[in-house]
């Protein structure tokens, strides 16, 4: 099983600056690597795929980037609305696998 | 427009039943992957299954392997999870995933969920 691990666990951000995000995958998974938004009570949002291509109807503050093991999220301005959870996943095999995700919140 | 809906959830005792099912609509369903996602009060996201679209091909998490079975009904749109051998962990919100694939990949669509409690 692949193994992903993200970090940090809560990230402190005022508004309007850039976070980052990390996501490290225990062996290779090339980019098939996905990212979702999940706000409290609702389901996931999907941001991300194939590592650095945004899902239709993401705003482009919102990157990803990485290849192999390690990759990063960065929402260049924040947003309130940005202020939630974030999870990374991996497809390349089977079991499909999420990272424990990222909190990220107002500092 | 996709439109995954679930529903079975509810309150079942430790080593009851219980099959959940989500009604697909606005893709052709017999051409993607499906998958069930779960999640657990206050934790993170949770693979628990998935069935192949081309040939019903199915996988699973260690955590529900032997107890939980994945099925498809193409003429329905539909999926489901029939769960047996319940236990207290396996209480969370279900989701119903659409992938983006007929044989895997990433999830484009997700339903709202659907809670399972096991408790007596």
């Known amino acids: 099983e692949i193994v992903m691990t993200q970090s940090p666990a809560t990230l402190s951000v005022s508004p309007g600056e850039r976070a980052t995000l990390s996501c490290r995958a225990s062996q290779s998974v090339s980019n098939n690597l996905a990212w979702y938004q999940q706000k409290p009570g609702q389901a996931p949002r999907l941001l991300i795929y194939?590592?650095?291509t945004r899902a239709t109807g993401i705003p482009a503050r919102f990157s990803g980037g990485g290849s192999g093991t390690e990759f990063t999220l960065t929402i260049s301005s924040l947003q309130s609305e940005d202020f939630t959870f974030y999870y990374c996943q991996q497809y390349t095999d089977w079991p499909l696998t999420f990272g424990g995700g990222t909190n990220v919140e107002i500092k | 427009e996709v439109q995954l809906l679930e529903s079975g959830g509810g309150l079942v005792p430790p080593g009851g039943s219980l099959r959940l099912s989500c009604a697909a609509s606005g893709f052709t369903f017999s051409s993607y992957a499906m998958s069930w996602v779960r999640q657990a009060p206050g934790k993170g996201l949770e693979w628990v299954s998935a069935i192949r679209g081309s040939n019903s091909n199915t996988f699973y998490a260690d955590s529900v392997k032997g107890r939980f079975t994945i099925s498809r009904d193409n003429s329905k749109n539909t999926l489901y999870l029939q769960m047996n051998s319940l236990r207290a962990e396996d209480t969370a919100v279900y989701y119903c995933?659409?992938?983006?694939?007929?044989?895997?990949?990433?999830?484009?669509?997700w339903g709202q969920g659907t809670l399972v409690t096991v408790s007596s």
């Open positions: 194939g590592a650095s």
């Open positions: 995933a659409k992938l983006s694939w007929s044989f895997g990949g990433w999830v484009d669509s």
